[in-house]
């Protein structure tokens, strides 16, 4: 713990020392230098900025340079500010005493330290997260740079609350959080990489292919957490009353999401869907887009997406086109009347689906008559295409093949018509008989 005689003993004497830093004339001094550094540094990464077409210079380069030269040159100022500093203190410090020229050799370590801080975290993407790193590491070098980091690292580490065996500070906290953001971003890049790797490979199949990834993920992520902790100092076994809360949690309110990630998990591994399938659930037809933990996405060809929950896949009825096959079986149903030949319209309708230009070749169309109505007779055109993507196209372009056909045999289609008899031109109607064409 900390003395807290000692600790205000230590807040007068740094009070003191910065009184006498504010009535000594080198310090305005020093100010005067550091303020027209500044305004060196501001003016010199203006005209740098104005001069330096970002766009013609990175044509044709890389993604992460383009962006590493972008911060240079956003950054020069810094560069400009922290090199006028130096000069200044080199040549006060074989003008004077160094401690004249203290203050200048402060600000130009720290804008060197941020300065390097901005160049280091060019590689991340996130705006916000540049930010965050960029500040926190900032504040850290400062710390460091004026001497009182340790000092800080002990307040921090003196207030803590004890939960059984686990001592929790806000140290703890703050370490605890840093690396864990390093060691998921870490692990983050590795399953990436990984994912590329597995997503190449021709021998496993899609479903098995995301199975593997979304385990990897886990894993990588368990391994990141636990690694932490560790790190830390932190006990797992502390953790034993937390894991039953989630435990308790997973029974009453998490279970449709544990549902859903175990459901996600037994359809990855049974192959019953896969990306790429065509399926239909319910009222919702399209072909699986992705698979993920909680849900599947479904595109629909019209620009909406079904997420779909994969719980529903296992207790729901599911049509999957392509689960075994892709070749898919069109069925075209028409009918014509009856002084048309039902050979010649069936021979007519085979050779219309033969000409479909996604008609498979390895399978003949059919047609057959399959029923005599008081209308006409019904016959039923069917062949076979090798992806089930579009069939309605497919339907539209037999059906208008049979148009054209019909229209050049002089076959007729039949349709009701109705006539009305009426005696005298006065109403009732006697009778509406309907006599097919």
């Keep these: 713990m900390i003395d807290f005689t000692q600790a205000s ?7 003191r020392s910065v009184g006498a830093e504010f009535t000594a004339p080198w310090f305005y001094a020093q100010l005067g230098i550091i303020i027209t550094a500044l305004g060196v540094g501001l003016g010199g990464g203006a005209l740098i900025k104005a001069r330096v077409d970002l766009t013609t210079l990175t044509m044709g380069w890389p993604v992460p340079l383009r962006t590493f030269l972008r911060v240079v040159v956003d950054s020069a100022w810094t560069a400009l500010f922290a090199l006028t500093l130096i000069l200044a203190r ?13 203050l200048i050799g402060i600000a130009a370590k720290l804008a060197l330290a941020w300065l390097l801080i901005r160049l280091v975290t060019s590689i991340l993407r996130n705006a916000f997260l540049i930010r965050v790193v960029s500040v926190s590491a900032w504040c850290v070098a400062a710390l460091s740079i004026i001497g009182q ?4 690292l002990e307040a921090l580490d003196s207030v803590a609350i004890v939960v059984g065996d686990l001592r929790l500070s806000p140290l703890l906290v703050i370490k605890l959080c840093v690396l864990l953001a390093i060691a998921l971003w870490l692990a983050n890049i590795a399953s990436n990489f990984f994912e590329g790797r597995i997503n190449r490979t021709a021998d496993l199949t899609p479903s098995v292919q995301v199975l593997l990834i979304k385990l990897m993920r886990i894993g990588l992520m368990v391994f990141a957490i636990a690694l932490t902790m560790s790190a830390v100092g932190i006990n797992l076994q502390a953790l034993a009353v937390f894991s039953g809360a989630v435990g308790v949690g997973i029974g009453f309110g998490l279970q449709k999401i544990f549902g859903n990630f175990i459901s996600g998990v037994i359809l990855l591994a049974d192959k019953s869907v896969k990306p790429g399938d065509l399926v239909t659930i319910g009222d919702s037809s399209g072909k699986i887009s992705a698979m993920n933990t ?15 929950p994969n719980e529903d896949l296992i207790t729901q009825k599911v049509v999957n086109w392509t689960y075994t096959d892709r070749n898919t079986l069109v069925k075209v149903a028409f009918a014509t009347n009856y002084d048309a030949d039902p050979r010649l319209v069936c021979q007519l309708a085979i050779d219309v689906a033969t000409n479909v230009a996604r008609a498979s070749k390895a399978k003949p169309p059919g047609c057959i008559l399959t029923e005599f109505t008081d209308t006409g007779m019904k016959f039923a055109l069917t062949f076979w295409i090798a992806e ?4 309605d196209a497919v339907k539209s372009e037999a059906m208008l093949g049979l148009w054209d056909a019909f229209k050049r045999e002089g076959i007729r289609v039949p349709y009701p018509v109705r006539e009305i008899r009426v005696r005298g031109g006065a109403l009732p109607v006697e009778t509406i008989v309907e006599v097919p064409r």
């Design 9 to 15: 003993e230590a807040l007068l004497s740094a009070a």
């Design 90 to 102: 080199v040549v006060m410090l074989h003008a004077t005493w160094p401690s004249r020229s203290y």
């Design 149 to 152: 980091l340790f000092p800080v």
């Design 294 to 308: 909680r849900y599947i996405s479904v595109a629909a060809g019209d620009g909406r997406e079904f997420l779909i």
């Design 388 to 391: 089930p993507d579009g069939m």
